[in-house]
């Protein structure tokens, strides 16, 4: 049974930083897509950063540079430091795997963790 499980999600004031992480299990981790998402109150859910099995990562134009994606394949675990947080960066976190298969590849969401950024 697949499960990713979000934690570190908090009340921080602009300017602070956060570290998310997601717990996986029930798959192959090292040989999935990872990526993180988030949805603001009345908007649609959206792509945050992406990190590949080889380890590329890309990021959305509103956090490059501020928000970086890791993972650990021998823990299982996907991360996503967040600094400079702002206002906007308020959303719900949800971390999502895409593993491989046959005929068609399979998504998992997590629950999500909740980030506000306020002061």
């Known amino acids: 049974q697949v499960q990713l499980v979000e934690s570190g999600g908090d009340l921080v004031q602009p300017g602070g930083s956060l570290r998310l992480s997601c717990a996986a299990s029930g798959f192959t981790f090292g040989a999935a897509a990872m990526s993180w998402h988030r949805q603001a109150p009345g908007q649609e859910r959206e792509l945050v950063a992406s990190?590949?099995?080889?380890?590329?990562?890309k990021y959305s134009a509103s956090v490059k540079g501020r928000f970086t994606i890791s993972k650990d394949d021998v823990k299982s675990a996907l991360f996503l430091q967040m600094n400079s947080l702002e206002a906007d960066d308020t959303a719900v976190y949800y971390c999502k795997a895409v593993v491989r298969g046959w005929p068609q590849n399979y998504e998992y969401w997590g629950q999500g963790t909740q980030v506000t950024v306020s002061s």
């Open positions: 990190i590949s099995s080889a380890g590329n990562r």
